[in-house]
Structures are given as C-alpha cells and as structure tokens.
C-alpha cells in the first residue's frame, strides 16, 4: 500500500474536507482534499492493492463481494489517515454508458427532457427505468467547422443538435451506496470515472484530445474535446494482461511476473531477454487500437486530434511513455491531476510521478470543492 498524509503539515484544518475515492478491479485510491483560501489542498491520499482481499497476488483483477470492498477501503482509510466521512464516489467507466444522441435543430431545448429518455433507449440495452439518466447539451462548434455527410460536405451547426448522455444501471448505484456506507462514510454523489478524469488531468484545451486511461482490466480510450467527451471506446486488455503474459510464457506465478513487469517493464531484462518482446506484445495492441480509433474519429468527424494524454496506473510501466511517444505523430504527455492542488513543494516529484493513477479520485475531490 503506498499511503502519505500531509495533513499535518498544513495548518488552520477546516471541516471542509472532501474524500474522492476511486474503487477499481485490482486496487482502490483515495485522496482527501480541503478547500483553505479558495484553493485545494492535498491532506492525503492512498492507494490499496485488492488482490490480497481475493487470496490473490497484488496486481491481479478481483471480483470481490461488497463486503469485502468495505473492507479493504476501511483499511485504507485507516492507513492513509483520511479524516472525514464526506465521500465522493467513482462509478467505473465499464459499469456505465457514456454516447451521444443527435436530435434535429428543430427540437427546442424544452423537450429535452421528454425526448431523451426515448432516444435513449436505443442505445441502453435495459429499460429506462431501470438507470440514472442524466444528459448535458454539447455546445455547437465552431462556425466553419464541417463533416461529410454520404458524398456532400455541410457546415456542422446546421446538421443536429448533440447530446452527451451518461447512464448508470440503479444495481450499480446500489452497490456502490451500500459499499460506502458500510465503510462508515457518507456518500455525497456518484460519477462515472471519465467525467472526474477530465476535471483533474485537462485544463482550457479547446482542440482535440485523446484521454488514454490505461487500467488493470481494461483500457478505456475517450475523445475529449473543449473538455466534453465526445466519444468513448473500452479495450479489453489493461495491464493485469501484460502479468498473464509474461507468467505464462516464462512459467512463473503472477506475483512474481508482476514484480518483474515492475522493476523492468519494456525497458526488459538482461537476465531475461524475452521479457521485453512479451510486455510489447501487450503494449502493441493497445496503442494500434488507440491509433484505430483515433484514425476512424477523425474520418468521420472530419476533426484534427491534437493531443494524446496517459493516466491510469498501468501509464506508469517503464519504457510506455516512451514508446507511445514514438508510435504517435502528436504531442503525448502524462496526465499531472496532482497539479490541481496546493502540496508541499518537496513532494511534487513524486506526486507527478505517480499523479496519472489518482486522476479519477481527484477529479472526485475537486468537483465537490468546487461546488461549494
């Protein structure tokens, strides 16, 4: 468990402290922040591997009860010196729908709430009734901005009115309720990762991004554009599979696989020359299924991405910065959400080292600081 409490180094503490808690398949992260001056202050944070909890090695996909969540966060909480019970959640992209809807320029903003919910169910493969809705209009862009429709060019803004709609099962809601509240914490809202990434890793961009969230069981891939998610594709291969396959080929248990995809990564092994051409193996499909989508985005929507931003833990393999900067023509960076914050200076290198695994949890904080 990597935990830090600073809350000792900043003085005049107020009650106004937010938890952002982030509950992933092979480990939760947590960061406390508190809003002193109008700024956010780090007070800690935390990260807790959930393999253990399972009987399983660290770095392994669980698929733990809620009782055992509840546990496991209870540590961390403990662990990590969190002090308050006020919790914002993170709901998992892959528990989640995130699309847009198009609906004709003739539809007034009135009936949005009547129309939706119909054009939704196109896309949500379980009644209505049975999600959280919630749906945000996106902004028309820019005036000259064009895309093809069947063999004719026309101006965006005359085409459709977007919609962005987010919808989350009333199970899953559920679940997550019961897991917080079972942790002795109060849950103030719930929001599905993407949204919270975007808050602590973007600034003003207004050109066209790509948001690389590279975990331990799946890779979800958005496009981000002046900060509102355009489009969201889910790779199912994170880092968890890069352990199976370096455990398989070398014949070696997962722990001890992972502890080598650790301490090497891409960068590879002298005593294990293999090593690296099995991790790449991994590392190529997600980066050709990024390089896919991003190509077929810019087909269809006649658009320029500009920029490729990695957070998620699995962003911190040695030699993956590197080589995603190689196999793409854009700017590609690593997410900083620590930068959002106020923290003693002599911990910023390391909160930037490992700032791309806490984006989710402190896009949590950040938002109820910011509301109220």
């Known amino acids: 468990m990597i935990t830090d409490s600073i809350g000792k180094l900043i003085k005049g503490q107020t009650a106004e402290s937010v938890v952002g808690i982030d509950i992933g398949t092979s480990s939760i992260k947590v960061v406390q922040l508190k809003r002193k001056s109008g700024i956010p202050v780090l007070e800690t944070y935390g990260t807790l591997a959930l393999g253990p909890y399972a ?6 996909v669980t698929n733990l009860s809620s009782e055992k969540i509840s546990q ?3 540590d961390l909480i403990r662990e990590s010196g969190v002090t308050t ?3 914002a959640v993170g709901i998992p992209s892959s528990a989640s729908l995130v699309f847009v809807i198009e609906l004709p320029p003739s539809i007034d903003d009135r009936r949005f709430s009547e129309v939706v919910p119909t054009e939704a169910r ?7 009734s049975e999600v959280s809705l919630d749906y945000w209009p996106i902004p028309k862009r820019e005036v000259g901005s064009y895309e093809v429709l069947s063999d004719k060019t026309v101006p965006i803004a005359q085409t459709k009115t977007e919609i962005l709609v987010a919808a989350i099962h ?7 309720t019961d897991i917080i509240k079972t942790s002795a914490l109060s849950p103030l809202f719930f929001e ?3 949204f919270s990434a975007i808050r602590s890793t973007f600034g003003r961009e207004v050109e066209t991004v790509i948001l690389v969230d590279f975990g331990a069981l799946k890779t979800k891939i958005s496009v981000i554009e002046s900060g509102i998610v355009r489009n969201l594709h889910i790779v199912n291969r994170g880092s968890a599979d890069i352990t199976n396959a370096i455990a398989n080929s070398l014949v070696m248990s997962f722990a001890e696989a992972e502890e080598m995809k650790r301490q090497h990564g891409l960068l590879g092994s002298s005593s ?8 790449k193996l991994s590392v190529d499909y997600i980066l050709s299924e990024t390089n896919t989508f991003i ?3 810019e087909r269809i929507h006649n658009r320029t991405v500009n920029k490729l931003v990695l957070i998620g833990a699995g962003s911190l393999l040695k030699g993956f910065f590197e080589t995603a900067t190689a196999r793409f023509q854009i700017e590609v960076v690593r997410g900083n959400p620590f930068s959002k914050v106020q923290s003693p200076a002599f911990l910023e290198p390391v909160l930037a080292e490992i700032g791309p695994e806490f984006a989710t949890a402190i896009g949590l904080a950040l938002r109820q600081l910011q509301k109220d």
């Open 295 to 297: 190509m077929q985005y």
């Open 272 to 279: 294990t020359p293999a090593l690296s051409d099995i991790i």
């Open 85 to 87: 019970k006020e919790a």
């Open 72 to 74: 496991a966060l209870m």
């Open 192 to 194: 599905i990762e993407i």
């Open 122 to 128: 196109k896309y949500i493969p379980v009644p209505v």
């Open 170 to 176: 009333n199970d899953t809601t559920q679940k997550f």
């Open 55 to 60: 009987d399983i090695a660290v770095g392994a």
